[in-house]
């Protein structure tokens, strides 16, 4: 859930529409990839992104590939779960970069994610193209009697704008940052996940809080069209939450830290809190697939 917040804000930037004008993507002004061979020498490193700056330490070209074409951050799939990376040599994984780019000029302000694609196809050569692919997923449905959903109340929360996606400013000193309609929050209160969400459709509750909550991609089928305001409570589980570092190593949480902890699955939550039902199932899912790679030229 936390992770699915995180997600928004780290890549909002990445997939802003661009203008039907605008028929040459604009490109970073400045561009340094190096090989990283000692990820474990990445601590106090962070990524970001911003209008004008790129930094992704300790970086896969899947995953760049990923963040470039995903396209699932633009219109209704705002937040969705990345798309697949199929295919391409064994290194897209086992090699590790540090990326930084920067536009000082005509670029800065420009939607990021042409201007990474530009920027992987001129240094990695990359070539891909977007296929279907039959997948395990969870359909949500509501259970028989309905679903204990609460309306939006209105002014609960504030519409983005999906042509102009921008991080937003941070809230002055004293204040909290406004909700956005389809988004959320949650937060740790014990052993227990509380999150609240505004103005949200069903599409988004599956794509957007789901994506860190459940193991497989989520398709709606609730045949629900209306807007809601969402609280539920629930208990991580342990193998689709992200690792924690104990003793200085990366581990997954131990099995007897989570199964001791008191509290519904996010399974159990949907049913009891919202009246909401996944069950498992397949469907079609846009994947990314690789036709060409090559290792970066030099910077």
């Not at 949200?200 to 629900?224: F, H, K, N």
């Not at 305001?229 to 949480?253: A, M, Q």
Request: aromatic share 4%; glycine share 8%; net charge neutral.
């Amino acid at each position: 859930m936390l992770r699915s917040t995180v997600l928004f804000s780290f890549l909002a930037l990445l997939a802003a529409p661009t203008s039907s004008a605008q028929s040459t993507p604009a490109a970073f002004d400045v561009v340094s990839i190096k090989l990283n061979p000692n990820c474990q020498a990445m601590s106090g490193r962070r990524a970001g992104i911003s209008p004008r700056n790129l930094a992704l330490p300790c970086v896969s070209l899947r995953a760049l590939i990923r963040l470039a074409y995903g396209n699932v951050l633009v219109g209704p799939g705002l937040g969705a779960r990345p798309m697949e990376v199929e295919g391409g040599p064994g290194w897209l994984d086992s090699e590790r970069y540090d990326v930084l780019a920067k536009s000082d000029g005509s670029a800065a302000g420009q939607p990021v994610a042409p201007m990474l694609q530009t920027l992987l196809e001129d240094r990695f050569k990359v070539k891909v193209h977007k296929g279907s692919k039959s997948s395990a997923v969870y359909i949500l449905t509501a259970i028989n009697g309905g679903p204990k959903l609460q309306p939006a109340k209105a002014g609960s929360c504030i519409e983005m704008d999906l042509n102009d996606i921008r991080p937003p400013a941070p809230p002055k000193t004293g204040e909290t940052m406004p909700n956005y309609c389809g988004m959320g929050r949650a937060r740790s209160n014990g052993s227990l996940m509380v999150a609240d969400w505004y103005g949200v459709s069903m599409a988004e509750l599956a794509s957007r809080m789901l994506i860190g909550a459940v193991d497989l991609p989520v398709m709606d089928q609730t045949g629900l069209t209306q807007r809601f305001d969402v609280h539920i409570e629930y208990v991580p589980d342990r193998h689709t939450t992200s690792p924690v570092t104990l003793n200085g190593v990366v581990t997954d949480l131990p099995a007897a830290a989570t199964d001791s902890m008191a509290g519904p699955s996010i399974f159990s939550a949907l049913e009891k809190q919202l009246g909401l039902k996944l069950t498992p199932g397949k469907a079609p899912l846009d994947v990314i697939i690789v036709d060409h790679a090559e290792k970066p030229t030099a910077n």
